[in-house]
């Protein structure tokens, strides 16, 4: 079976998709890291809160949990997170891990996808929609450039994973906006809330959803002589980079304390609340 054919089979007259409660897993990525905004729970908002927004409209029914927590491996987003979400019994849940695990030395991106792989089965026999993130390309990311190849391998494997459990594959790797500079924030290791919002219009349109989200053109950078850069680089790896390696050996994370933002399944603007039009991203995310 297909995976329009898996979609298309559940819809009846009317209806623009076929879902009513979403729950998202996963790490800083799903949980909007990168993406502050005071008037969302846990103070961010990100793809999947845009995600859950769209789908809630005209859907007076439909809720929607984010069990994400920043810093999780692999391992611990199963463990942590994926019984609470089938216990909230969703019809589609989307998943995103492994990046925090490929960054680590060592990682190996064909082990990672088997114990993927078996987290996946059990929420596809439960009958929900699974709504698989791959990685990004990094290789235009200063940063993340050095896992590239882990990356690829990695996603690969996610096809595999997804064509099993007809699984719907949300491909980052193919979203080439991503190699600008503009749609990551400022720790050059999470995406901004135009990158967010980029994804979140990719990921409607994995799920085959009709949606009011309109591509934003970023705003130009000014140019930059070699001196600034790299007194930029300076502050970035001061503020950022230094911070992450301590934790890293002291085997802290940065969710530690951190509880789920949106732990049980609850509408998004309130019950029959229409969403506004969303004109209004303009003024908030074309400047990032």
Do not use: C
Request: charged share 25%; glycine share 10%.
């Amino acid at each position: 079976m297909t995976q329009t054919n898996h979609r298309d089979a559940q819809l009846t007259d009317g209806q623009r998709h076929p879902w009513h409660r979403y729950v998202a897993m996963g790490d800083s990525f799903t949980e909007g890291i990168g993406d502050p905004d005071d008037a969302a729970p846990g103070g961010h908002r990100g793809w999947a809160d845009r995600l859950a927004e769209e789908l809630s409209r005209g859907s007076e029914d439909f809720a929607y949990a984010n069990l994400a927590i920043r810093g999780r491996l692999l391992g611990q987003i199963l463990d942590e997170q994926l019984a609470p979400a089938l216990d909230l019994s969703p019809d589609l849940v989307s998943i995103s891990a492994g990046g925090n695990d490929l960054l680590r030395p060592g990682s190996d991106p064909d082990a990672l996808a088997v114990k993927l792989d078996s987290g996946v089965g059990r929420i596809a026999e439960t009958g929900a929609t699974v709504l698989l993130f791959n990685g990004p390309d990094v290789g235009s990311t200063p940063v993340l450039s050095a896992i590239r190849g882990k990356v690829a391998i990695y996603n690969e494997n996610l096809r595999t994973v997804a064509a099993r459990h007809d699984a719907i594959i949300a491909d980052m790797w193919s979203l080439r906006q991503l190699s600008d500079s503009r749609m990551w924030a400022s720790d050059r290791l999470h995406f901004s809330p135009l990158g967010h919002h980029t994804i979140a219009i990719m990921a409607l349109e994995a799920l085959n959803v009709p949606h009011s989200l309109s591509p934003m053109e970023p705003t130009a950078l000014p140019s930059r002589s070699w001196r600034t850069a790299r007194a930029e680089d300076l502050v970035w790896a001061r503020e950022y980079f230094v911070p992450w390696v301590i934790r890293r050996i002291r085997h802290k994370s940065s969710g530690d304390g951190i509880s789920a933002k949106r732990p049980t399944a609850e509408p998004v603007f309130g019950v029959g609340v229409p969403l506004g039009s969303g004109g209004a991203l303009g003024t908030d995310e074309g400047g990032e």
